[in-house]
């Protein structure tokens, strides 16, 4: 049973610093795409960073330069390094895995940006 964990949300000011990570069981850690979205109040969930299995790591526009999604294969964990953070980055961070076509989410971090 595929599972995954996100932690490291909280609250922190404009131009701070946070990382998430995510683990992961139930998985062969490494051979599946996994990606980082996040949903803000009001709003539609959204891509942040997609690492795929094997190629290269694509950002939105609106992180890129910002944020830097990496994986430990040993750990089984992916995390998200957020920097220069602003308040519209507010957002529930949640983690997302697609085994043989089946899409995985966690429950979702929460990541407040506010002074």
């Known amino acids: 049973q595929v599972q995954l964990v996100e932690s490291g949300g909280g609250l922190v000011q404009p131009g701070g610093s946070l990382r998430l990570s995510c683990a992961a069981s139930?998985?062969?850690?490494?051979?599946?795409?996994m990606a980082w979205y996040r949903q803000a109040p009001g709003k539609e969930r959204e891509l942040v960073a997609r690492?795929?299995?094997?190629?290269?790591?694509t950002y939105a526009d609106s992180v890129k330069g910002r944020f830097t999604i990496s994986r430990d294969n040993a750990k089984n964990t992916v995390y998200l390094q957020m920097n220069s953070l602003k308040p519209n980055d507010t957002a529930v961070y949640y983690c997302?895995?697609?085994?043989?076509?089946?899409?995985?989410w966690g429950k979702g971090t929460l990541v407040t940006v506010s002074s």
């Open positions: 690492m795929p299995s094997g190629g290269t790591t």
């Open positions: 139930g998985i062969i850690f490494g051979i599946h795409p």
């Open positions: 997302y895995l697609q085994k043989y076509g089946i899409d995985y």
